[in-house]
């Protein structure tokens, strides 16, 4: 078994560019080569994969549906997710001039913003195995254990085309929920992307974070496309607006300002429930409610919601815990509610 780490992704590399272009023979002597023992490969494009015994606790695939166009982000993140997926494409192309595609994503962003949804977006458009990995299987009683499960997970999507997610990977670790945790994430983490160099490109990884502090640079910098995932703007929730709308097919008479006023601050978790209710009383009412009074009640309710949690915070300073993460969520959701999201490389 070849082992040293560039040498074989430069051997895993060549084997899946080799069955691509249907040269299954030759790819199949680089596989033995690479493994001594791998079973030939079938399809390299095919969507979904068996997950293997020796991965099934800490791998899980996933359908991936949603494609880009499918959410709202500012349109410079839109650009770069839409560069780096016909990079990718162009995989063999790009490998006959001795360069690899990018294939390690870093997503920032707060909660509900769209992180997981993204790594979705990066395999159903790239028509790859979406594989998620699950930390409480990953994670073992023992440092060395873990370890040897890491290796094997990285073995395994090596050897094919698609997409690893590790969600909130800087929490990994967490699961033992012991008081060495902040050193075992460190060493996961940093276990994790040693590894990491040696995963082929074909292999896209992406990983996300609400928790950019947790990173030192030499992390971030590991990562060649690291993209923030603000909450939306205000340009955002006006085309999730505009969306609805159309949806709804009818003239809709509610104004899009006072729609984006009230949403401001929010998720796209907290703006997809908040449609969410709209549609389900609209449906509900057989006709008797229109989309525009729907939402007008829906917004009517919001605002009412908020001054009472206002008026809540402000009769309870002394419950500490509660009110001084509440004030600072505000105080954060103030200041990006000035902040139109840019969806900025980081
Ligand atoms: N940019 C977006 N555009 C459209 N919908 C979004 C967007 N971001 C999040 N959502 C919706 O919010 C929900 C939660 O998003 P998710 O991707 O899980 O966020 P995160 O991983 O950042 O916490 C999803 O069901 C998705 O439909
Ligand atoms: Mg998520």
């Known amino acids: 078994m070849i082992d040293t780490g560039p040498a074989r992704a430069a051997l895993q590399a060549l084997t899946t560019e080799a069955r691509a272009q249907q040269h299954l023979g030759l790819a199949d002597r680089l596989d033995k080569a690479a493994s001594g023992t791998r079973a030939p490969q079938g399809n390299t494009r095919a969507r979904s994969a068996t997950i293997p015994a020796s991965v099934e606790g800490s791998l899980v695939q996933v359908n991936a549906r949603r494609k880009l166009k499918d959410l709202v982000l500012p349109p410079h993140a839109t650009m770069e997710i839409r560069e ?24 920032v962003g707060p909660p509900g913003t769209g992180k997981t949804s993204l790594a979705e977006v990066f395999a159903s458009e790239l028509e790859l195995p979406f594989l998620v990995v699950r930390y409480d299987g990953l994670i073992a009683s023992y440092l060395g254990e873990t370890a040897t499960r890491l290796r094997k997970l990285t073995d395994y999507v090596s050897q094919r085309p698609c997409v690893v997610f590790f969600d909130e990977f800087d929490t990994v670790g967490k699961e033992r929920g012991d008081a060495q945790e902040t ?4 060493r996961v983490v940093s276990s994790l992307l040693l590894q990491m160099d040696s ?3 074909h292999c896209v990884i992406v990983c996300a974070t609400n928790h950019p502090e947790l990173l030192d640079r030499a992390v971030w910098r590991r990562f060649e496309l690291r993209l923030e995932v603000p909450l939306p703007g205000r ?9 609805l709308v159309k949806d709804f097919g009818s003239k809709c008479n509610v104004s899009e300002k006072n729609f984006v006023d009230s949403l401001i601050g929010k998720n796209f978790s907290d703006i997809e429930s908040f449609t969410l ?3 389900r009383k609209i449906v509900l009412s057989r006709g008797s409610v229109s989309p525009d009074q ?10 009412h919601r908020k001054s009472h949690l206002g008026e809540a915070e402000n009769r309870q300073p002394s419950d500490s815990s509660n009110s001084s993460h509440s004030a600072s969520t505000k105080k954060n959701q103030r200041r990006k509610k000035d902040d139109s999201a840019s969806g900025t490389l980081i």
């Open 199 to 201: 995963i082929p490109s």
């Open 84 to 107: 780096f997926i016909d990079e990718y494409a162009e995989i063999t192309l790009l490998r006959s001039h001795g360069l690899e595609p990018r294939h390690k994503v870093l997503l």
């Open 277 to 279: 209710d709209i549609r």
């Open 235 to 243: 340009d955002e929730i006006a085309q999730w607006f505009r969306r």
């Open 294 to 303: 729907a939402i007008q009640a829906a917004l009517v309710k919001l605002e």
């Open 183 to 186: 050193g075992e994430i460190k």
